[in-house]
């Protein structure tokens, strides 16, 4: 009974909040909240930022396959679901997230990498 009636009153503060006046329109991505991407497409656009970040590093080909998200700072964050290869004879790809940080001027800096693992055993 306890449940219901938090839901009901969750419910309520829902409708109260999105009639109230003055609200945002919360489709508009926040500053410094994380937008997930309509489009996992990576446009040309996005593959040049990919493509600037990448410039300098060696040993892996990271290949984007998704683009799955933009955060909004001095600039932009955004998130790429790569396929990656060490440039090795006869590696296994893998995927990976990359995060790049592109400024207000278009310099483009990878922040983090962070492998994903998506095989069959990590499921269980």
């Known amino acids: 009974m306890k449940r219901i009636i938090s839901m009901i009153l969750g419910l309520m503060m829902l409708i109260g909040c999105a009639a109230a006046e ?4 919360v489709s508009e991505p926040l500053d410094g909240g994380w937008e997930i991407a309509e ?16 410039e300098e590093l060696l040993g892996v080909d990271y290949e984007p396959v998704a683009y799955l998200a ?3 700072v001095s600039g932009t ?7 990656a290869t060490v440039v090795v004879p006869d590696a296994v790809p893998y995927y990976t997230l990359v995060y790049i940080y592109e400024d207000l001027d278009g310099n483009a800096v990878i922040t983090d990498i962070m492998d994903v693992n998506i095989t069959p055993e990590a499921n269980g």
């Open 77 to 83: 964050n955004h998130c790429f679901l790569c396929k």
């Open 70 to 72: 933009s955060q909004v």
């Open 22 to 25: 003055g609200t945002e329109d």
């Open 39 to 54: 489009n996992i497409t990576v446009t040309d656009e996005l593959r040049a930022v990919f493509d600037k970040a990448m």
